[in-house]
C-alpha cells in the first residue's frame, strides 16, 4: 500500500493563500490518482480535487473551483493543492488519497495520509 505524507497546512486569514503537498511512496497504476479530500467539524468528509499520473485530467469540486489548483511533480511523487482566496468555510483536515479510478467527485480511493488541519480565520 502506498504511504502517503502530507504537509503545508496552517492558519490564514480570509483571502489568503496556502499550499498543501503530498508525497507518495511510490506511484503505480495502483494509485494512478492522486488528490484531496477534506472534513469539517461535524461534517462529512468530501472531494475537494484530484489528478490522473497517466492522463492530463484533473477534477475539482464546485466549491472550489476557480480558487484551487492542483498539479504534481512527477520527479518526486508530490501532488501540490494551491489554494488562493480561502474563505472561513474551508476550515477542515484535510486528507491526501490516492487510488486507481478517475479524478471526478465520485472518486473513491484506497489509500489515505494522516491528514493536515487548514483553519481559515474572517
Known amino acids: 500500500q502506498v504511504q502517503l505524507v502530507e504537509s503545508g497546512g496552517g492558519l490564514v486569514q480570509a483571502g489568503g493563500s496556502l499550499r498543501l503537498s503530498c508525497a507518495a511512496s511510490r506511484r503505480t497504476f495502483g494509485n494512478s490518482v492522486m488528490g484531496w479530500f477534506r472534513q469539517a467539524p461535524g461534517k462529512e468528509r468530501e472531494f475537494v480535487a484530484a489528478?490522473?499520473?497517466?492522463?492530463?485530467?484533473?477534477g475539482y469540486a464546485d466549491s472550489v473551483k476557480g480558487r484551487f489548483t492542483i498539479s504534481r511533480d512527477n520527479s518526486k511523487n508530490t501532488v501540490y493543492l494551491q489554494m488562493n482566496s480561502l474563505k472561513p468555510e474551508d476550515t477542515a483536515v484535510y486528507y491526501c488519497?490516492?487510488?486507481?479510478?478517475?479524478?471526478?467527485?465520485?472518486?473513491?480511493?484506497?489509500?489515505w495520509g494522516q491528514g493536515t488541519q487548514v483553519t481559515v480565520s474572517s
Open positions: 489528478l490522473s499520473w497517466i492522463v492530463s485530467s484533473t
Open positions: 488519497a490516492a487510488g486507481s479510478g478517475s479524478p471526478a467527485p465520485d472518486w473513491a480511493p484506497g489509500s
